[in-house]
């Protein structure tokens, strides 16, 4: 009996530490990386109003000397063929320009805009230098806009978009290897499937490994998003340098 016992336990520990190892190795199959940018970028964004479309411009020159950028941060975690990706952008800028109208019509433009892209992704190539995934999911846009037109000498005028969505999403990237420091990242996505909402987006990215751990990213982005606000036509534009660097763990 006591021998049988001792089986038992020896049989209990056995698959206990099986299990413990399988769960080990399926958490070592996961591996994760986070990136932050730095987004200078040139903003336009637009709405329709009865009296005209309104549109405010922040030209890439004027962000370099005003200091007006916007935050960009992504996470990843990859396991086999499989990745998840999560990318979140958040912009807060005001600025003013000269607008059609009588002599010395200005409008000034406030804009706080977020939106987060979350994907699934599938590697459809896995070579040593190249990898391509597939991916899809969706893109959440939140935007409170504000247009103050002041034409001439009259009041002035405020036209806003205050709103949210989701659009599905479906992209693709490929990422190349020239040698075991250098490598290049391209990225595509489309989104919207309906009336009245779209966006788009690239991303195009130059690295550089400096070792296991550490990957600096130098590159370029452009996303744009249409969108019907009760009735009235609002687009969003962004594009622009951007600089980063990516912890892997």
Known sequence: MALKQRLKGCAAAAVLVSAATMASAQQSDWSYEATIYLYMPETETSIETASGTLEGTLSFSDALENLDFAFMGTMAATNGQWSVLADYNYTNLTFGNSALGPAGSELETSVKTQFLTALL?????????????????????????????????????????????????????????????????????????????????????????????????????????????????????????????????
């Open 121 to 249: 992704g599938y590697r459809v190539r896995n070579d040593p230098s190249v990898k391509i995934d597939l991916a899809g999911g969706f893109r959440w846009y939140s935007t409170d806009t504000e247009f103050t037109l002041t034409p001439g000498g009259a009041p002035p005028q405020t036209s806003s978009a205050d709103a949210s969505w989701f659009d599905p999403v479906v992209g693709v990237r490929a990422r190349y290897f020239f040698t075991d420091a250098w490598s290049g990242t391209g990225y595509i996505d489309y989104g919207g499937f309906r009336s009245g909402s779209e966006t788009w987006s690239v991303l195009l990215t130059a690295d550089y490994a400096i070792n296991d751990r550490w990957l600096l990213r130098g590159g370029y982005r452009y996303i744009s998003f249409d969108h019907d606000i009760d009735g009235s036509n609002y687009s969003f534009d962004q594009s622009g340098p951007l600089f980063g660097a990516t912890y892997r763990f």
